[in-house]
Protein backbone atom coordinates (compact mmCIF):
# COMPACT_ATOMS: atom_id res chain seq x y z
CA UNK A 1 0.00 0.00 0.00
CA UNK A 2 1.17 3.62 -0.78
CA UNK A 3 1.35 5.28 1.89
CA UNK A 4 3.83 8.08 4.43
CA UNK A 5 5.09 6.20 7.78
CA UNK A 6 5.52 8.67 10.38
CA UNK A 7 6.49 7.64 13.94
CA UNK A 8 6.09 7.81 16.75
CA UNK A 9 2.05 8.39 17.19
CA UNK A 10 2.74 10.31 19.89
CA UNK A 11 5.10 11.28 22.36
CA UNK A 12 5.61 13.30 25.46
CA UNK A 13 9.46 14.20 26.19
CA UNK A 14 10.84 16.56 28.49
CA UNK A 15 12.45 19.79 27.85
CA UNK A 16 16.03 19.54 26.09
CA UNK A 17 16.16 16.15 25.50
CA UNK A 18 17.18 15.67 21.79
CA UNK A 19 14.31 13.39 19.60
CA UNK A 20 13.80 12.54 16.44
CA UNK A 21 10.43 11.37 14.65
CA UNK A 22 10.71 9.25 11.49
CA UNK A 23 8.95 9.46 8.21
CA UNK A 24 9.71 7.34 5.20
CA UNK A 25 7.45 7.07 2.03
CA UNK A 26 7.34 4.01 -0.41
CA UNK A 27 6.28 5.50 -3.01
CA UNK A 28 9.74 6.85 -4.51
CA UNK A 29 8.42 10.73 -4.49
CA UNK A 30 11.07 13.54 -5.08
CA UNK A 31 9.60 16.24 -2.68
CA UNK A 32 9.29 15.45 1.20
CA UNK A 33 8.16 17.90 3.87
CA UNK A 34 7.35 18.57 7.25
CA UNK A 35 5.07 20.72 8.80
CA UNK A 36 3.02 21.68 12.38
CA UNK A 37 -0.35 22.45 12.93
CA UNK A 38 -1.55 24.58 16.29
CA UNK A 39 -5.10 25.62 17.18
CA UNK A 40 -5.92 28.98 14.82
CA UNK A 41 -2.39 28.60 12.98
CA UNK A 42 -3.70 26.08 10.72
CA UNK A 43 -0.59 24.12 9.26
CA UNK A 44 2.73 25.38 8.65
CA UNK A 45 6.07 23.90 6.71
CA UNK A 46 8.52 23.55 9.01
CA UNK A 47 11.24 21.78 6.28
CA UNK A 48 11.31 20.63 2.74
CA UNK A 49 13.45 18.81 0.35
CA UNK A 50 13.23 18.77 -3.59
CA UNK A 51 15.27 15.17 -3.74
CA UNK A 52 18.58 13.87 -2.07
CA UNK A 53 20.89 15.43 -0.14
CA UNK A 54 18.39 18.75 -1.01
CA UNK A 55 16.86 20.95 1.74
CA UNK A 56 15.79 24.17 2.90
CA UNK A 57 13.72 26.13 5.19
CA UNK A 58 10.03 26.40 5.56
CA UNK A 59 8.15 28.97 7.26
CA UNK A 60 9.04 27.87 10.71
CA UNK A 61 11.96 26.54 11.02
CA UNK A 62 13.92 27.72 13.85
CA UNK A 63 14.55 24.75 16.65
CA UNK A 64 14.42 22.12 14.01
CA UNK A 65 16.76 20.26 11.79
CA UNK A 66 16.35 17.68 8.75
CA UNK A 67 18.41 15.38 7.14
CA UNK A 68 17.46 13.54 3.72
CA UNK A 69 20.25 10.54 2.70
CA UNK A 70 17.85 8.75 1.29
CA UNK A 71 14.81 9.13 -0.55
CA UNK A 72 12.56 7.46 1.47
CA UNK A 73 13.14 8.94 4.79
CA UNK A 74 12.94 12.30 5.93
CA UNK A 75 13.53 12.58 9.61
CA UNK A 76 12.46 15.47 11.67
CA UNK A 77 15.21 15.96 14.34
CA UNK A 78 14.54 18.49 17.50
CA UNK A 79 17.99 19.09 19.03
CA UNK A 80 16.65 20.64 21.90
CA UNK A 81 12.92 20.90 22.28
CA UNK A 82 11.21 23.57 24.41
CA UNK A 83 7.63 23.58 25.17
CA UNK A 84 6.94 25.91 22.11
CA UNK A 85 7.23 22.58 19.95
CA UNK A 86 4.33 20.80 21.09
CA UNK A 87 2.13 20.45 18.36
CA UNK A 88 0.60 17.56 16.02
CA UNK A 89 3.72 16.92 13.45
CA UNK A 90 3.27 16.05 9.66
CA UNK A 91 5.52 14.58 7.37
CA UNK A 92 4.34 14.60 3.68
CA UNK A 93 5.50 13.25 0.41
CA UNK A 94 5.00 13.93 -3.30
CA UNK A 95 6.42 12.87 -6.51
CA UNK A 96 6.17 16.11 -8.90
CA UNK A 97 3.65 18.95 -7.93
CA UNK A 98 1.00 17.93 -10.30
CA UNK A 99 0.31 15.08 -8.59
CA UNK A 100 -0.15 16.53 -5.37
CA UNK A 101 0.99 15.84 -2.00
CA UNK A 102 0.40 12.61 0.23
CA UNK A 103 0.28 13.28 4.26
CA UNK A 104 1.30 10.50 7.17
CA UNK A 105 -1.14 10.40 10.23
CA UNK A 106 0.99 12.40 12.10
CA UNK A 107 2.69 12.16 15.42
CA UNK A 108 1.25 14.41 18.66
CA UNK A 109 4.28 15.71 20.04
CA UNK A 110 4.11 17.05 23.84
CA UNK A 111 6.84 18.41 25.39
CA UNK A 112 7.09 19.40 29.22
CA UNK B 1 3.29 36.29 0.79
CA UNK B 2 0.55 34.08 0.27
CA UNK B 3 -2.50 33.71 2.60
CA UNK B 4 -5.01 31.31 2.44
CA UNK B 5 -8.44 32.36 3.93
CA UNK B 6 -11.53 29.59 4.40
CA UNK B 7 -14.88 30.54 5.41
CA UNK B 8 -16.77 29.50 7.39
CA UNK B 9 -15.14 28.25 9.94
CA UNK B 10 -17.52 25.92 11.28
CA UNK B 11 -20.47 24.50 9.29
CA UNK B 12 -23.55 22.60 11.14
CA UNK B 13 -26.33 21.18 8.89
CA UNK B 14 -28.91 18.45 8.64
CA UNK B 15 -28.12 15.28 6.73
CA UNK B 16 -28.85 15.83 2.56
CA UNK B 17 -27.85 19.43 2.51
CA UNK B 18 -25.69 20.34 -0.55
CA UNK B 19 -22.93 22.56 0.42
CA UNK B 20 -20.63 25.17 -0.21
CA UNK B 21 -17.01 25.41 1.05
CA UNK B 22 -14.88 28.79 0.19
CA UNK B 23 -10.94 29.41 -0.20
CA UNK B 24 -9.96 32.17 -1.17
CA UNK B 25 -6.31 33.03 -2.05
CA UNK B 26 -3.97 36.01 -2.64
CA UNK B 27 -1.88 35.40 -4.68
CA UNK B 28 -3.05 33.93 -8.49
CA UNK B 29 0.38 33.11 -9.16
CA UNK B 30 -0.83 29.03 -8.40
CA UNK B 31 0.36 25.75 -9.42
CA UNK B 32 -2.13 23.84 -7.77
CA UNK B 33 -4.60 23.75 -5.21
CA UNK B 34 -5.83 20.66 -3.07
CA UNK B 35 -8.24 19.95 -1.01
CA UNK B 36 -7.88 18.17 2.15
CA UNK B 37 -10.40 15.96 4.67
CA UNK B 38 -9.14 15.54 8.11
CA UNK B 39 -10.89 13.66 10.72
CA UNK B 40 -10.00 14.36 14.65
CA UNK B 41 -7.03 13.56 16.05
CA UNK B 42 -6.15 12.22 12.01
CA UNK B 43 -3.87 12.91 9.38
CA UNK B 44 -4.96 14.66 6.16
CA UNK B 45 -6.60 12.58 2.93
CA UNK B 46 -6.79 14.13 0.00
CA UNK B 47 -9.98 14.70 -1.76
CA UNK B 48 -9.37 16.65 -5.06
CA UNK B 49 -6.56 18.33 -6.52
CA UNK B 50 -7.29 21.11 -9.07
CA UNK B 51 -4.20 22.20 -11.71
CA UNK B 52 -4.07 26.19 -12.13
CA UNK B 53 -5.22 25.15 -15.76
CA UNK B 54 -8.45 23.70 -14.80
CA UNK B 55 -11.51 24.64 -13.88
CA UNK B 56 -12.90 21.99 -11.72
CA UNK B 57 -12.25 18.33 -10.68
CA UNK B 58 -14.86 15.83 -9.63
CA UNK B 59 -15.02 12.53 -7.14
CA UNK B 60 -18.26 11.08 -6.39
CA UNK B 61 -20.20 13.52 -4.21
CA UNK B 62 -17.92 16.19 -4.23
CA UNK B 63 -16.55 18.72 -7.15
CA UNK B 64 -14.09 21.53 -6.56
CA UNK B 65 -13.84 24.70 -8.77
CA UNK B 66 -11.11 27.30 -9.40
CA UNK B 67 -11.11 30.60 -10.34
CA UNK B 68 -7.33 32.09 -10.81
CA UNK B 69 -8.43 35.21 -11.99
CA UNK B 70 -10.68 35.89 -8.59
CA UNK B 71 -8.12 33.93 -6.24
CA UNK B 72 -10.67 31.54 -5.14
CA UNK B 73 -11.70 27.56 -5.31
CA UNK B 74 -15.09 26.19 -3.68
CA UNK B 75 -15.65 22.41 -2.52
CA UNK B 76 -19.31 21.29 -3.43
CA UNK B 77 -20.48 18.64 -1.30
CA UNK B 78 -23.65 17.30 -3.06
CA UNK B 79 -26.24 15.27 -0.25
CA UNK B 80 -24.17 15.46 2.52
CA UNK B 81 -24.60 12.72 5.40
CA UNK B 82 -22.64 12.64 8.81
CA UNK B 83 -19.71 10.86 7.74
CA UNK B 84 -18.91 13.79 6.05
CA UNK B 85 -18.42 15.14 9.35
CA UNK B 86 -14.87 16.28 9.12
CA UNK B 87 -12.49 19.38 9.20
CA UNK B 88 -11.90 20.39 5.27
CA UNK B 89 -8.55 22.75 4.22
CA UNK B 90 -7.57 24.03 1.33
CA UNK B 91 -3.93 24.12 0.27
CA UNK B 92 -2.33 26.49 -2.77
CA UNK B 93 0.57 25.27 -4.15
CA UNK B 94 2.85 28.00 -5.17
CA UNK B 95 5.82 27.38 -8.48
CA UNK B 96 8.51 27.32 -5.67
CA UNK B 97 6.57 24.29 -4.17
CA UNK B 98 5.17 25.67 -1.31
CA UNK B 99 2.35 24.51 0.21
CA UNK B 100 0.44 27.18 1.77
CA UNK B 101 -2.94 25.92 3.90
CA UNK B 102 -6.23 27.61 4.80
CA UNK B 103 -7.12 26.94 8.71
CA UNK B 104 -9.87 24.99 7.40
CA UNK B 105 -13.92 24.84 7.94
CA UNK B 106 -15.12 22.44 10.75
CA UNK B 107 -18.28 20.33 9.00
CA UNK B 108 -20.86 18.87 10.99
CA UNK B 109 -23.82 16.83 9.43
CA UNK B 110 -26.28 15.60 12.31
CA UNK B 111 -29.20 13.22 11.44
Known amino acids: EAQVTQNPRYLITVTGKKLTVTCSQN?????MSWYRQDPGLGLRQIYY???????DKGDVPEGYKVSRKEKRNFPLILESPSPNQTSLYFC???????????FGSGTRLTVV | KQEVTQIPAALSVPEGENLVLNCSFT??????LQWFRQDPGKGLTSLLL?????REQTSGRLNASLDKSSGRSTLYIAASQPGDSATYLC??????????FGTGTRLQVFP
Open chain 1, 92 to 102: ASGLKRDYGYT
Open chain 1, 27 to 31: MNHEY
Open chain 1, 49 to 55: SMNVEVT
Open chain 2, 27 to 32: DSAIYN
Open chain 2, 50 to 54: IQSSQ
Open chain 2, 91 to 100: AAASYTDKLI
